[in-house]
């Protein structure tokens, strides 16, 4: 499972992973919540959005791709 260390904000961010690839965070209010859209630059992970009113810490969220399932878990950070 790699983990991404996200500030506990709703903006736009760089994000690491626990693996040291880098990735980016894109964050968009649609209505009542915002859509968490995760993207990497290495290939060994697959991009995902998420919509929630807030990302909760410790979420764990499975990603289905042509490569089979990956598991990432958000880790809030200060």
């Known amino acids: 499972m790699t983990e991404l260390l996200v500030h ?4 736009p961010q760089p994000i690491k992973l ?13 209505g009542n919540h915002f ?7 290495a290939h060994e992970h697959h991009d995902f959005w998420y919509d929630a009113p807030a ?6 969220i499975k ?14 950070i200060n």
């Open 18 to 30: 626990s693996d040291g690839k880098p990735g980016y965070l894109s964050v968009k209010r649609e």
């Open 8 to 11: 506990n904000t709703n903006v």
């Open 55 to 60: 990302l909760p810490n410790d979420l764990v």
């Open 63 to 76: 990603v289905a791709s042509i490569d089979g399932p990956e598991r990432f878990k958000i880790k809030l």
């Open 35 to 41: 859509r968490y859209f995760f993207k990497f630059e």
